[in-house]
């Protein structure tokens, strides 16, 4: 079972926690941990800047979590049958790129189906 709260600490710590509205690297509105405002949250058009609560980051980084689970559950249903290093490694990679960026690490994803990847993780 993965670690899912080590998870969250490591993805707060690897992209950061910003509680305001902000543009990220490609001009679209975002906040807490990379969270991309969409049409479904009430922080949209809410102008940059606007501040945004730890409790609501929160939730937006769980169900964050929760969506890139699915993904990797739908399609690489071994991924958790690995151990909770590697389940977070994918976990991780799935967060920041997303599923289809993920799945064109073709050779990554064999070593790591078949636990080829080093003992060290």
């Known amino acids: ?3 899912r709260v080590r998870l ?3 993805l707060m710590l690897d992209e950061g ?8 690297h490609l001009g679209y ?14 922080e949209h058009d809410q102008p940059l800047g606007t501040p945004v609560s730890e409790e609501r980051v929160k939730d ?5 979590v929760d969506i890139v689970c699915k ?10 049958g690995l151990n909770d290093t590697r389940q977070r490694v994918l976990a991780n ?7 289809p960026r993920l799945s064109k690490f073709k050779k990554f994803l064999a070593a790591a189906k078949d636990r080829r990847l080093g003992n060290r993780c």
């Open 1 to 3: 079972m993965m670690d």
């Open 8 to 10: 969250l600490e490591e």
């Open 17 to 24: 926690v910003i509680h305001e509205i902000y543009n990220d």
């Open 29 to 42: 509105a975002t906040f807490g941990v990379g969270h991309l405002i969409t049409e479904r949250d009430k």
């Open 60 to 64: 937006c980084l769980n169900a964050d």
């Open 71 to 80: 993904e990797l559950d739908k399609n690489m249903q071994w991924w958790r």
């Open 93 to 99: 990679m799935c967060f920041n790129l997303g599923y």
